[in-house]
């Protein structure tokens, strides 16, 4: 058989619930989370070994026992997606389009030479879990429940070489916002994310652990985050690591195209896709770092967002480049702060979806 229809064989597709015995829910202040620290009742696990994902489980959510010689540890066989869940005004909860998502990781999961994961069973997977855990999707926009589907190489021994056992979990965090007051960032001349033939498309664990350190470097001149440029000339603005990025010169909205080493982004798409709705004209093409400081320079860049699961869409207030610092306030008129009012209405279920993106869960 090829290896490729073993992946998708699963020794039983019905998943197996152990409720926990009593909700840790009254323990939370919902009214002040910091961004994915706190955890629903129930977690998803299934485990890959003899060539199949074995019988998928819901368990309450707690440590877990691993290796000390698990893959992943050594070697960092590791990718995650992320996605929300929302809550409506009649209490049904939606997820935004999470087939997206179910594609995604199995495309970096490819990359990382790890077992593709049945696209129904990720789905039908976090229903269920969101189904169980729903009291845990606050109501009230700018509330959702963080969901984090992730894979890793589980199996023991520490030979390089891609693992034969890993375990694919989905774990749910209530949240509000991911960045608090105002967001500066930095563009890398040094460092890079990815260089090409990377893995910088996929969500692959090892493209974030690689970035803390330069971003702490950031950090400590004033900045939130990186914007990372091409790594062979720096001359090429490609993501800021937890978003794709948006620059608004004159009434151009432009962001890059996805590439090996910028990450396929679904709120991306989805911006992309409103702002032409709303008759928004967009480019998407690479652009310089020399070119974005001279519209900086010359009055005619109006604005720089952020976009992502996270962050839905973050307004940038300055970036600086070797040294010297800019400064981007919102404008009046910011299609920042409408195309996140307009996104938002759909994931809330406020508004009409004409891009069948919601997803329902469950009432
Ligand atoms: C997301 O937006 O879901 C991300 O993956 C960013 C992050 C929190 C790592």
Known sequence: MHPRFL??????????????????????????????????????????????????????????ELSPAASVLHYGQAVFEGMKAFKDDEGSVWLFRPDQNAKRINKSAERLAIPQFPEALFLDGMKQLITLDKA???????????????????????????????????????????????????????????????????????????????????????????????AATHEYIEEAGTMNLFFRIGDTLITAPTSDSILDGVTRKSILDLATHLGLKTEVRMLRVAELIEASKSGTLLEIFGSGTAVVVQTIDGFGYKGEKFETPLPKNSFALMLKEKLMDIQYNNAEDPFHWRYKVCD
């Open 7 to 64: 992946y998708f064989c699963c020794v039983n597709a019905s998943i197996h619930i152990t409720p926990s015995t009593g909700s840790r829910i009254d323990t939370v202040d919902f009214s002040n989370l910091a961004f994915g620290s706190t955890f629903s009742d129930h977690m998803f696990v299934c485990d890959y070994r003899d060539g199949q994902w074995q019988t998928p489980e819901i368990v309450p959510y707690a440590p877990m």
């Open 136 to 230: 845990w999707v606050k109501a009230g926009k700018g509330n959702s429940l963080y969901v984090r589907p992730f894979v890793f190489a589980s199996q023991a021994g520490v030979q390089a070489s891609a693992a034969t056992e890993y375990r694919f979990m989905i774990i749910c965090a209530p949240v509000s916002s991911y960045y608090g007051g105002e967001v500066r960032v930095k563009i890398a001349d040094h460092y890079s994310r990815a260089p090409q033939g990377g893995t910088g498309y996929a969500k692959a664990a090892g493209n974030y652990g690689g970035q803390f350190y330069p971003t702490q470097l950031a950090k400590s001149e004033g900045y939130q985050q990186v914007i990372w440029t091409d």
